[in-house]
């Protein structure tokens, strides 16, 4: 009996223990700008860890290099991103993208709050651009395990990096209402 007890009080713990997992809804290119505010090009400028809370988050600073819906060229955002690394401690919100100081990508943003925007569908709206061995930008694709939305099952990995020239053409054709 006394066993019995130990073991209820152990799953019992067990089970009150927080969920790590974040789920999300697959967007195409069409829904991530529908429903950007912001589409832009941009560098990252800094990245600062801050307490929010019992939480951190990072925030970072960004230039436009180029706009695509609802900024301008030149513009300096602020884009705040759940997680972080503070004084050793850390902690990771799945699906929320990892940020370098001087990372350059393509970012779908939807305002979080009065003076900030935040990441559409989390990672999905953060696409790292990159110089590929032959000169051509490339988008450099997530680690991240991908779900078909149909089937609810893993789908074929993506490849390392695909050419970016067609997705910023179809970006650009959604913003001019080539729906």
Do not use: Y
Not at 137 to 142: A, G, K, N, P
């Amino acid at each position: 009996m006394k066993t019995l007890r130990r073991l209820v009080l152990l799953l019992s713990l067990v089970l009150a223990l927080p969920a790590r997992a974040t789920t999300l809804v697959a967007l195409s290119t069409p829904e991530l700008v529908d429903a950007a505010s912001v589409v832009a090009i941009v560098r990252v400028r800094s990245v600062e860890v801050r307490r929010h809370g019992k939480r951190l988050e990072t925030l970072v600073r960004a230039t436009v290099e180029r706009s695509f819906k609802g900024a301008s060229d030149g513009a300096r955002l602020r884009i705040v991103v759940p997680g972080g690394e503070l004084e050793g401690i850390g902690q990771r919100v799945e699906g929320a993208p990892r940020i370098s100081e001087g990372e350059r990508f393509i970012a779908f943003l939807e305002p979080a709050g009065e003076s900030a925007m935040q990441f559409v569908g989390l990672e999905q709206g953060h696409l790292v651009l990159a110089q590929h061995a032959s000169g051509e930008v490339v988008i450099r694709t997530s680690e991240a395990v991908r779900i078909d939305p149909l089937t609810g099952r893993g789908a074929a990995p993506l490849p390392p990096v695909e050419p970016a020239a067609p997705l910023m053409r179809s970006i650009e054709e959604r913003v001019r209402g080539g729906r």
